[in-house]
């Protein structure tokens, strides 16, 4: 039963703001790194921001530095990205990702995916 349920995508203006949510059920939460990806139309899917177990580090693509934040709640085995400034560009299905690189092998599960479409 795990699950991981994308949240808070939606339509929204160039220079306008959304925070993506994404709940986790059935493994230990805290044991995973989680990332956010997103996949454009015939593009494929691209590393949008990750952060650590506890959240001590958080990395972005060159892109959205500055624009997203990743920040993730463990008590709530919820992650989220803050996403300010959006852009046409940026408009994609969002994917929340747990990966946990201290079992062999790696262990890795996706959610389904929001959309989000920024467009004025």
């Known amino acids: 039963q795990v699950q991981l349920v994308e949240s808070g995508g939606g339509l929204v203006q160039p220079g306008g703001s959304l925070r993506l949510s994404c709940a986790a059920s059935?493994?230990?939460?805290?044991?995973?790194?989680m990332n956010w990806y997103r996949q454009a139309p015939g593009k494929g899917r691209e590393l949008v921001a990750g952060?650590?177990?506890?959240?001590?580090?958080?990395n972005y693509r060159d892109s959205v530095k500055g624009r997203f934040t990743i920040s993730r709640d463990n008590a709530k085995n919820t992650v989220y990205l803050q996403m300010n400034s959006l852009e046409a560009e940026d408009t994609a299905v969002y994917y929340c990702?747990?990966?946990?690189?201290?079992?062999?092998?790696?262990?890795?599960?996706w959610g389904q995916g929001t959309q989000v479409t920024v467009s004025s």
């Open positions: 059935g493994f230990t939460f805290s044991a995973y790194a």
């Open positions: 990702h747990a990966l946990n690189r201290g079992v062999f092998p790696p262990r890795a599960f």
């Open positions: 952060i650590t177990t506890t959240g001590s580090i958080t």
